[in-house]
């Protein structure tokens, strides 16, 4: 018998996000996780540190990989072009990746305090870490800071439309594009 089972971690992402959705998040267990995956704690711990995990698995590696992205921009973009191009580049790798269970995860996030500041500090650490890359390709402190909070507010409105309003001739990128061009009118820039 194989020591880890093939799929484990699917079925406990299944069976979470319809237990939460069912109950809420806040009334249910990760012994109950596990039953109705029909699987061990020691399974689920294999997988992830708790059942917030379920929910978040994976998102640490979003600031190095938007910042990495933003790194390896042309140097010949602006700094607002160098952003926009890893968002684009990095919301198309993640699409495929999300897209699935998005709108589950973002109605139970949306209904706990404890989730959405969860993701507030998510998105505290991708904006550290587009501000870094900033200052690596040479702007200055305060616009770093700045363009990478930008970033982080033209991603996640891009990506509640994305979820909110979903259009398969619309891809994540493309919502991205909206949203900087939707900032661009709303601030009057040509």
């Avoid at 938007?66 to 042309?74: F, H, I, M, S």
């Avoid at 990095?90 to 993701?119: C, F, W």
Wanted: hydrophobic share 50%; proline share 4%; charged share 25%.
């Amino acid at each position: 018998m194989p020591r880890w089972e093939q799929g484990a971690d699917d079925r406990l992402r299944e069976a979470a996000l319809q237990l939460f959705l069912e109950h809420g998040y806040e009334n249910v267990t990760v012994a109950q996780i596990t039953e109705r995956a029909g699987l061990t704690r020691r399974t689920f711990s294999r997988y992830f540190a708790d059942k917030r995990d379920v929910l978040f698995a994976g998102s640490e590696r979003l600031p190095d990989a938007l910042a990495d992205a933003v790194e390896k921009a042309d140097a010949a973009l602006t700094p607002f072009q160098a952003l926009m191009t890893a968002l684009e580049q990095v919301g198309e790798m993640l699409a495929d990746r999300v897209a699935p269970h998005a709108a589950q995860r973002r109605a139970i996030t949306s209904g706990s305090a404890e989730l959405q500041e969860r993701e507030l500090t998510k998105f505290a650490a991708v904006a550290a870490a587009v501000d870094a890359a900033l200052r690596q390709r040479g702007v200055a402190p305060l616009s770093a800071e700045l363009l990478a909070n930008v970033g982080v507010a033209i991603f996640r409105t891009a990506f509640a439309r994305w979820v909110d309003e979903p259009d398969a001739a619309i891809t994540l990128p493309d919502r991205m594009r909206e949203a900087a061009a939707e900032l661009a009118h709303a601030l009057d820039v040509h």
